[in-house]
């Protein structure tokens, strides 16, 4: 990190993420589907199944989101939970980009296992961590265990990544993000508790990668896990109780701006 003084870091990424960090951004990303609802158990499966979607044109995941939302009536967890199994027909045809109906028939039954068990998604992020954690590794391992661990198609283990694989675990990254940072920003949701927003990793998709690399806060050739994990630490040093906040600020930067 010394492309740049900690303090011009600081100043501006502190002044992009003031910038960036309103509700007026939630209009054009995914985020704004789980915000159409209250219920908690309806934020966590749309702002879950939002990110996983999140390939691609923004515009074409809010309204393949939207989409799905009408197929299962406008109440996600509801449908999840209480469907019968003719109702799971209006589920089929549904595709975006390699996500296509067999894989979201496996989501809905993994999530109905999920909410039979517990009560909110956070608690299988807890299986594999705790408030001494460093980072949220453990719990993006222990979840993807779980929701594979029923009968699947394993075309579908493709959709939810996971440090084991090295992956970056962009999407899920971001969904966390979503459910734990608490700012009172109008953008995240700060609906789990257990988990600290100091043991998130900021999301590395291609816009952040960038601007990151170019005020030196990664230095890792490629892009994975590790990768996430230093850019997440160099953030650490600019405020480690909410590092990720600046995932506005650098994102901001490289799809709103295009350059720094």
């Given amino acids: ?123 299988v992020f807890l299986k594999g961590m705790n408030k001494k954690s460093e980072n949220i590794e453990g719990g993006l391992i222990a979840f993807r265990n779980y929701f594979f661990s029923f009968d699947h198609p394993h075309r579908t283990r493709k959709h939810i990544s996971s440090p084991e694989t090295k992956s970056a675990c962009k999407r899920l990254n971001m969904f966390l993000r979503w459910m734990v940072r608490k700012d009172k920003k109008g953008v995240d949701f700060g609906i789990w508790t257990k988990i600290q927003p100091a043991q998130l990793v900021c999301p590395c998709d291609v816009h952040v990668d960038r601007i990151a690399r170019q005020l030196g806060l990664i230095t890792r050739t490629q892009v994975d896990w590790q990768t996430a994990v230093e850019l997440t630490n160099n953030l650490k040093s600019l405020d480690p109780k909410d590092p990720v906040k600046y995932d506005f600020a650098l994102f901001g930067m490289g799809v709103v701006e295009g350059m720094i």
């Fill in 1 to 123: 990190m010394n492309k740049y003084s900690r303090d011009t870091l600081y100043q501006l990424l502190e002044s992009k993420y003031k910038e960036y960090n309103t509700v007026s951004f939630i209009t054009l990303d995914p985020v704004c589907i789980p915000h159409r609802f209250t219920k908690q158990e309806d934020i966590e499966i749309m702002g879950f199944i939002a990110a996983v979607l999140a390939w691609g044109q923004r515009k074409t995941i809010i309204n393949k989101c939207t989409e799905l939302i009408e197929r299962m009536d406008g109440a996600p967890h509801q449908f999840i939970t209480q469907h019968q199994e003719t109702d799971l027909q209006q589920l089929e045809g549904f595709v975006h980009r390699t996500f296509n109906d067999t894989d979201l028939l496996y989501f809905v039954f993994a999530l109905k296992e999920l909410y039979t068990e517990f009560t909110s998604m956070e608690d």
